[in-house]
């Protein structure tokens, strides 16, 4: 049973508009959420996290939106950069971000020139 | 900036054997986890100290087994290796609750 679900394995999306990347989660004691970005070979790198007292966290050109009602999040990414092309993978955690992480299947997001 | 360190990068096994790995977290992280990410599939979480204390554990199998050290380095140990676990083995640490946890870069397992 799938707890995080990111229903789009791939995104494409043209340099300097906005990525999308879209996470659900269905455990309702999950209460910190992070994004990772991660090449292959690589392990994942921490973007952006949230906690569930709050619907919003922004950091340069990141941003995430928490939907506690409808256990979702989404990751903005403006303006979108070649670099940014990579596997994101949505991770959710409960106890307050001290218990292990479960994580999505990722989505992979091509940003095209 | 100091990152999480693995080693050893690459292992290879062959089955019934046994295998260590290690993991050095940040400075001042007194939080490490353990996480499994076979083939085309998501990191799976194992295990995690906490101030040399197991703080939570996942999925890890009996034939697992782990500990944090006072250094807060920690090991993790696999006998009675199958080819299952060929994975990718990461190691993340984190400073405390609410916070992020950072990735060391993984050591990838193979068993012949």
């Known amino acids: 049973d799938q707890q995080v679900k990111q229903n789009s394995p791939s995104l494409s999306v043209q340099e300097g508009r906005i990525s999308i990347l879209n996470c659900d989660y269905t455990?309702?004691?999950?209460?910190?959420f992070l994004w990772y970005k991660k090449y292959p070979a690589e392990g994942p790198t921490f973007l952006i996290s949230i906690s569930s007292i709050k619907d919003k966290n922004e950091d340069g050109r990141f941003t995430v939106f928490l939907n506690k009602s409808a256990k979702h999040l989404s990751l903005h990414i403006v303006p979108s950069q070649p670099g940014d092309s990579a596997v994101y993978f949505c991770?959710?955690?409960?106890?307050?971000?001290?218990?292990?992480?479960?994580f999505g299947k990722g989505t992979h997001l091509i940003i095209q020139p | 900036a100091a990152g999480v360190i693995q080693s050893p990068r690459h292992l290879i096994k062959e089955k019934r054997e046994t295998a260590t790995l290690k993991c050095y977290p940040i400075?001042?992280?007194?939080?490490v986890y353990w996480y499994q990410q076979g083939p085309g599939q998501d990191p799976q979480f194992l295990i995690s100290?906490?101030?040399?204390?197991?703080?939570d554990k996942g999925s890890i199998p009996d034939r697992f087994s782990a500990q944090q050290f006072s250094d807060y380095h920690s090991e993790l140990n696999m006998s009675s290796l199958e080819l299952g676990d060929s994975a990718l083995y990461f190691c993340a640490s984190s400073p405390g609750v609410s916070q992020p946890q950072h990735f060391g870069d993984g050591t990838r397992l193979s068993i012949l």
């Open positions: 400075p001042r992280h007194d939080t």
């Open positions: 991770a959710a955690s409960a106890q307050g971000g001290a218990d292990g992480l479960t």
């Open positions: 455990n309702s004691m999950f209460d910190y």
């Open positions: 100290f906490y101030e040399k204390m197991q703080s």
